[in-house]
């Protein structure tokens, strides 16, 4: 099984709500990602998580807030996003060994209106 | 930080080779991959290799890496329509998240 899974594969979500996106994978994965895809653009690091602890924040603002409940599970926590906000939010796992390949899930699409 | 950098567009006619470009930043990096990205799709890991390497050929796809000018090449022999996407090359930050190019979208055309 080399599958990550995303939920929910849309979301639309007005400015003062709050949701979440999560993410699983059962491959024994260590390090989990958050990844930002605007459109026509490369995917963007936001979030590491290795052994269930985060390790790099890439100066996310504080209404993207990231939870590792265990090590299968990552979710992504939204409140109070902004239109410019709405994009592809991609989920990777890895071994969590160093430079080691990343498998992604199918990206949950978020639009905030 | 810095860009890794690819050549936007790519069109070739089905049965023809392709060949894909890109410069990459950090000559640390241990690892250098291509991932394909299908339109409204995630991304899906082609390849990669590892920078002890010169050459790596995986079925209809061969990765050339020239370390000393920090340049990596996807060759796809006998592109057939559904290799139509974007091509994502992407070197190790921190040491394992990734920094990507900008893509190479690849148009195959019948």
């Known amino acids: 099984d080399t599958e990550v899974t995303q939920t929910p594969k849309h979301l639309v979500m007005g400015m003062t709500n709050k949701k979440s996106l999560k993410c699983e994978q059962h491959?024994?994965?260590?390090?989990m990602y958050w990844y930002k895809q605007k459109a026509k653009k490369p995917p963007e690091l936001m979030f590491v998580?290795?052994?269930?602890?985060?390790?790099i924040n890439e100066s996310v603002p504080s209404r993207f807030s990231p939870e590792c409940p265990n090590s299968s599970l990552l979710n992504l926590h939204l409140h109070a996003l902004q239109p410019e906000d709405s994009a592809l939010y991609l989920c990777?796992?890895?071994?969590?060994?160093?430079?080691?390949?990343?498998?992604f899930g199918q990206g949950t699409r978020l639009t905030v209106v | 930080g810095e860009d890794v950098e690819q050549s936007l567009f790519l069109s070739v006619r089905e049965g023809d080779s392709s060949v894909i470009n890109c410069t990459y930043t950090?000559?640390?990096?241990?690892?250098l991959y291509w991932y394909k990205q299908e339109p409204g799709a995630g991304l899906q890991l082609l390849t990669y290799?590892?920078?002890?390497?010169d050459m790596k050929q995986d079925q209809r796809l061969t990765v050339l890496l020239n370390k000393k000018d920090k340049h990596l090449s996807l060759r796809i022999a006998d592109t057939q329509t559904g290799d139509s996407a974007i091509y994502f090359c992407?070197?190790?930050?921190?040491?394992?998240?990734?920094?990507f190019g900008k893509g190479t979208s690849l148009l195959v055309t019948p």
């Open positions: 950090d000559s640390s990096s241990t690892y």
């Open positions: 990777a796992s890895s071994q969590g060994a160093v430079n080691t390949e990343a498998f």
């Open positions: 290799i590892f920078s002890n390497m």
């Open positions: 491959m024994g994965h260590r390090a």
């Open positions: 992407a070197e190790t930050i921190s040491g394992y998240a990734l920094n």
């Open positions: 998580y290795s052994y269930e602890k985060l390790s």
